[in-house]
C-alpha cells in the first residue's frame, strides 16, 4: 500500500542549512508536497513538485526528487528561529483528493 | 490565513454529548475534506466531498458524521464519542480533484483540538 516516511526530529544551529527527508513508495504518485505546521495552527502549504521535475527552488527552499529511489527532500538554507515547527511531506497520485501524509519531521532551530 | 475558517478552536465535550464542528472556506473551491491528527500518528483523511457529494469515507465510525450543504461549508457532527477520539481536527480544501495531471493543492483551515472527557 501507499507509505509515507520521514525521520522525526532533526535539530540545526540558526543560520545553518536544514534539510529534511522523505520517501514514499507509491511510484504512481503525481504531485509531492511540503507543509509546514507551527505550533497550535492548522498545515501551510510550502511548495509542491510534480513527479516529472528534479528539483525546485523557490527563495530559501530547494526541492529535490530523485523518482528512481522514491526520495523527496526540502532543503531550507540560512535557517531561522522562526522555521522551527513541524514539516510534513505527502503524495498525491491520479486517485483525486486524496493525500497521504507521512509522520511529520520537527525541525528545533536553536539560536 | 489560508482562507479556510474552523470553529471552535477549543472543544470540550462529554462521551455523552452531541456537538459540531464547522469549517467554511472562502476561495471558491469544489472539494472539501476532513483529517484527523493524533499525536504520533501520520494524518488521517477522514471524508472528501466534492461538489456536496461525498467521495470518500476513510471507514470512519459512525459516531462521526459529515455534513456538507454547499460548497462552502462542511460540517461534521460528533455523538458518543470515545476519548481516543480526542485529536486536532483539521478541514481541508481545493479547486477540483477530478483534475488529473493537475496540482489539485489542498489548503488547511487552523483546526479543531477535541478533547472527550
Redesign the interface.
Known amino acids: 500500500g501507499e507509505d ?1 516516511e520521514q525521520s522525526l526530529f532533526l535539530s540545526v544551529r540558526e543560520g545553518d542549512s536544514s534539510v529534511i527527508n522523505c520517501t514514499y513508495t507509491d511510484s504512481s504518485s ?2 509531492l ?1 511540503w ?1 509546514k505546521q507551527e505550533p ?6 510550502l511548495t ?1 513538485i ?1 513527479s516529472n521535475m528534479d528539483m525546485k527552488q523557490d527563495q530559501r527552499l530547494t526541492v529535490l526528487l530523485n523518482k528512481k529511489d522514491k526520495h523527496l527532500s526540502l532543503r531550507i538554507a540560512d535557517t531561522q528561529t522562526g522555521d522551527s515547527a513541524i514539516y ?1 511531506c505527502a503524495e ?1 497520485t ?1 486517485i ?4 497521504i ?4 519531521t520537527t525541525l528545533q532551530v536553536k539560536p | 490565513e ?1 482562507g ?1 475558517t ?1 470553529t471552535p478552536r477549543h472543544l470540550v465535550m462529554g462521551m455523552t454529548n452531541k456537538k459540531s464542528l464547522k469549517c467554511e472556506q472562502h476561495l471558491g473551491h469544489n ?1 472539501m ?1 476532513w483529517y484527523k491528527q493524533s499525536a ?4 488521517e ?1 477522514m471524508f ?1 466531498y ?1 461538489f456536496k457529494e461525498q ?2 469515507n476513510n471507514s470512519v465510525p459512525s459516531r462521526f458524521s459529515p455534513e456538507c450543504p454547499n460548497s462552502s461549508h462542511l460540517f461534521l457532527h460528533l455523538h458518543t464519542l470515545q476519548p481516543e477520539d480526542s485529536a486536532l481536527y ?1 478541514c ?1 480544501s ?1 479547486q477540483d ?5 493537475v ?9 479543531t ?1 477535541l478533547t472527550v472527557l
Not at chain 2, 103 to 111: E, K, L, N, S, V
Open positions: 509515507v503525481t504531485y508536497y507543509y497550535g495552527a492548522g498545515l501551510q502549504l509542491y510534480f510534513f498525491s491520479q483525486g483528493g486524496k493525500l501524509f507521512g509522520q511529520g | 489560508t479556510v474552523q472539494a475534506y504520533k500518528k501520520p494524518l483523511l472528501v466534492n467521495t470518500e483539521l481541508a481545493s480533484p477530478r483534475g488529473a495531471g496540482a489539485d493543492t489542498q489548503y488547511f483551515g487552523p483546526g483540538r
